[in-house]
C-alpha cells in the first residue's frame, strides 16, 4: 500500500483496506490513529467507521469504540452494521438491554445479522442472559 501513489492512499478503499491489514496484525493503536483521522476525511464512510472501530476497542475500549461510532453522521442509522456493532459494544459494556435492543434493530435492517447476533463472540452475553446462565 504505501507504493500507491500518496494522493491515492487516501482513498477510502486504500484506508479500508490498510485497516485491514492492520487488524491482522494486531497494531491496534496504529489502527486507531490511522482511523480518526480517516473520519475526519471522509466522514460518510461506513467501512472506516466500522473498521475503525474495532481498533479503537482494541485500543482504548469498547467505552471509545461506542463515543467513536456514535459520532457517526445519521445516514449509519439505516444500516444494519452500524446497530450490529453498537449491539456488540453495549454488550461488551455490560448494558444486556441497549444490546438487544441494537440487535433487533440490525436485524431489522438486514436479516443477515440475525446468524451474527446468534454465532458473534461479541455477544456471548446476550446469548447468556436468554438461557439464565449470565
Known amino acids: 500500500l504505501d507504493e500507491i501513489e500518496p ?3 487516501a482513498h477510502p478503499a ?4 490498510r485497516l485491514r491489514i492492520l487488524e491482522r496484525m494486531k497494531r491496534f493503536e496504529t489502527g486507531a490513529e490511522i ?3 480517516a473520519v475526519r476525511l471522509h466522514p460518510e464512510d461506513l467501512d472506516i467507521r466500522l473498521l475503525g472501530a474495532v481498533h479503537v476497542r482494541r485500543a482504548t475500549g469498547a ?3 461506542l463515543r467513536f461510532l456514535q459520532d457517526s453522521p445519521e445516514t ?3 444500516h444494519g452494521g452500524y446497530w450490529f456493532a453498537i449491539a456488540c459494544l453495549h454488550c461488551q459494556l455490560g448494558d444486556l438491554e441497549r444490546t438487544a435492543e441494537c ?3 440490525s436485524i ?3 436479516k ?15 446469548r447468556a442472559s436468554w438461557c439464565g446462565t449470565e
Open 14 to 17: 486504500v484506508i479500508a483496506m
Open 76 to 78: 449509519f442509522h439505516g
Open 108 to 110: 431489522d435492517l438486514d
Open 103 to 105: 440487535s433487533r434493530r
Open 7 to 9: 494522493l491515492e492512499r
Open 63 to 65: 467505552g471509545e469504540a
Open 35 to 37: 482511523a480518526r483521522g
Open 112 to 126: 443477515s445479522f440475525q446468524m451474527q447476533v446468534l454465532d458473534h463472540p461479541d455477544l456471548a452475553p446476550l
